[in-house]
């Protein structure tokens, strides 16, 4: 990919998806952060990433970026569990020096592995994901290297994604195949009292899930995490702080169809919302 030169004028905060997962933790962002710009990009068109190889992830992962960088972005968040698991780590080392040494990838990993040890009461910790999450072991390595002592049980749920995107989730039949991985895990490790959502899909879920898990054993919604891991990180960085617009304003983009895009972010947002359809190069 050439370098290229972007703006150096001030623009919002953007955040990136595979789909529509993103929105549960923009929209925890936004509550959070209320006066920001923000541009929400969705690779629908490409999506579901859980199944591809980290080859085409990164690939497809640092084209979006580059085109959130083209739209004024100094500071882009990988609102997707996969993403973060397979492209972060590249395109901050990798790529940022070449594309723009000042602009900022954050991921949603690490701010969740950073919450969980005040969460947890004896270390057992257990992760629902997309089989590529979990085939990455992202979370098992950030885990070791914060809570060495914990004992981390990572758990792929492929069904769920699917269930969510075609508005089965407040549905009866989506109790079978929550409980089934819900039991899965607690058979794994039947001392797990704490259970990350790793995939920003899976709040909306998030009713069912409940049900299944017993009392006592913690639910970790990424949602507020990552929007008060932002306001610190900003907080922390006023120089990128300077650099993002204020207006309150949300602009959405999909690779995908923009009505179909627009229908289902209703399920996420909880209002409805006007999309653009982009393509992504």
């Given at each position: 990919m050439n370098v290229e030169k972007f703006s150096a004028a001030g623009g919002p905060i953007g955040v990136f998806d595979s789909g529509y997962g993103g929105l549960t933790i923009l929209s925890e962002i936004r509550k959070a952060l209320p006066d920001y710009d923000y541009i929400y990009l969705g690779d629908n068109a490409r999506a579901p990433y859980g199944s591809r190889s980290f080859e085409i992830v990164y690939q497809f992962t640092l084209e979006a970026v580059t085109e959130l960088f083209r739209r004024g972005c100094h500071l882009v968040i990988l609102a997707c569990n996969t993403a973060s698991a397979k492209a972060l780590r590249n395109i901050q080392q990798?790529?940022?020096?070449?594309?723009?040494?000042?602009?900022?990838?954050?991921?949603?990993?690490?701010?969740?592995?950073?919450?969980?040890?005040?969460?947890?009461?004896?270390?057992?910790?257990?992760?629902?994901?997309?089989?590529?999450?979990?085939?990455?072991?992202?979370?098992?390595?950030?885990?070791?290297?914060?809570?060495?002592?914990?004992?981390?049980?990572?758990?792929?749920?492929?069904?769920?994604?699917?269930?969510?995107?075609?508005?089965?989730?407040?549905?009866?039949?989506?109790?079978?195949?929550?409980?089934?991985?819900?039991?899965?895990?607690?058979?794994?490790?039947?001392?797990?009292?704490?259970i990350v959502l790793g995939c920003t899909h899976y709040p909306i879920l998030y009713p069912k899930i409940r049900e299944a898990v017993p009392e006592g054993i913690e639910i970790v919604r990424q949602g507020d995490i990552v929007a008060r891991s932002l306001?610190?990180?900003?907080?922390?960085?006023?120089?990128?702080?300077?650099?993002?617009?204020?207006?309150?304003?949300?602009?959405?983009?999909?690779?995908?169809?923009?009505?179909?895009?627009?229908?289902?972010?209703?399920?996420?947002?909880?209002h409805p919302i006007a999309a653009e359809r982009i393509e992504v190069l």
């Open positions: 990798l790529d940022l020096p070449r594309l723009d040494p000042s602009r900022r990838v954050l991921g949603v990993i690490r701010p969740t592995v950073e919450a969980i040890g005040s969460i947890t009461r004896n270390g057992h910790i257990g992760i629902f994901a997309t089989p590529g999450t979990v085939a990455s072991g992202s979370y098992n390595i950030e885990i070791a290297k914060l809570h060495p002592d914990f004992a981390v049980t990572a758990h792929a749920c492929p069904m769920w994604v699917p269930l969510v995107e075609n508005r089965e989730a407040d549905r009866p039949g989506a109790d079978y195949f929550v409980r089934q991985e819900v039991d899965a895990l607690l058979e794994a490790d039947g001392d797990v009292d704490t306001a610190d990180y900003l907080m922390r960085h006023p120089e990128m702080e300077r650099r993002l617009t204020r207006g309150g304003h949300t602009q959405y983009l999909t690779t995908e169809n923009p009505d179909k895009f627009s229908a289902l972010a209703t399920l996420f947002l909880g």
